[in-house]
């Protein structure tokens, strides 16, 4: 048998179901998404007197840089999933 069948047999054997570096840059993302939301609305929140407002100016700051760092994240893990299934093959 060559390698690739070898390395084939041994995750068959060890029943690794999923690649454990693309779910932490799965989740790595997801916390991105979320902390970016949040920090848009707390960030971009002002107070003037009695009333609060959330200038959308600030808070889009926020919002477009978390969701372009947590797409290309989760763009990076969908990459390492692929190449893991190829590897496979």
């Not at 060890?14 to 999923?18: D, G, V, Y």
């Not at 929140?45 to 009695?50: I, S, W």
């Given at each position: 048998m060559n390698?690739?069948?070898?390395n084939t047999n041994y995750r068959r054997k060890?029943?690794?179901?999923?690649n454990l570096i693309s779910e932490?840059?799965?989740i790595s993302a997801?916390?991105?998404f979320f902390v970016g939301f949040v920090l848009?609305?707390?960030e971009g929140?002002?107070?003037?007197?009695?009333l609060t407002r959330v200038p959308l100016r600030i808070a889009i700051i926020y919002w477009s840089i978390s969701f372009i760092a947590g797409i290309i994240i989760l763009g990076l893990?969908?990459?390492i999933r692929l190449l893991d299934?190829?590897?496979d093959m």
């Open positions: 390698e690739s069948q070898n060890r029943r690794i179901p999923f932490i840059l799965k997801a916390i991105i848009g609305m707390f929140t002002v107070t003037d007197g009695y893990s969908e990459i299934e190829k590897s």
